[in-house]
Each structure stands twice: as C-alpha cells, then as structure tokens.
C-alpha cells in the first residue's frame, strides 16, 4: 500500500487550553478543601493543581500540549 498523504500517519497532537486549565485548577482547590489536603486523594490533587498551574502559567494566554482537559 502507498501512503500518498504522509500526514495521515502523524496523530493530531492533544493541546490544553491555559483558560481551562486556570478552571480546573480552581475546581481542583474546591475539591482538596473537602477531602483535605492531608488526605492521600488531597496529595494527589494537590500535585495536579500545580502541574495544571505551571502549564497555565506558562502558556499564557496560548494553547500548548499534550493534553486536553475537557469540561
């Protein structure tokens, strides 16, 4: 088989958009309030609110990946 179209093989890359990562960090601060943040689960919720606030930050207003939070 002849791939004419080599794109065709490349995935479209998954982007997060900081908007909606700034959202899912504010949710996520709701959330460690409720199990606490001295909780197993409020560690682990802890550690994604500063990843997602990182990529936020530094994304700026812009959409990088490679991820895609949807709400």
Do not use: C, F, H, N
């Given at each position: 088989?002849?791939?004419?179209?080599?794109?065709?093989l490349?995935?479209?890359?998954?982007?997060?958009?900081?908007?909606?990562?700034r959202?899912?960090?504010?949710?996520?601060?709701?959330?460690?309030?409720?199990v606490?943040?001295?909780?197993?689960?409020?560690?682990?919720?802890?550690?994604?609110?500063?990843?997602?606030?990182s990529?936020?930050?530094?994304?700026?207003?812009?959409?990088?990946?490679?991820?895609?939070?949807?709400?």
């Open positions: 088989m002849i791939i004419s179209d080599p794109s065709v490349v995935p479209e890359t998954p982007v997060i958009d900081a908007t909606e990562a959202w899912a960090v504010e949710y996520l601060s709701l959330m460690i309030e409720k606490g943040p001295e909780s197993p689960v409020g560690m682990v919720l802890m550690q994604t609110r500063r990843e997602l606030a990529l936020a930050q530094s994304a700026g207003t812009r959409v990088m990946g490679p991820l895609r939070i949807a709400a």
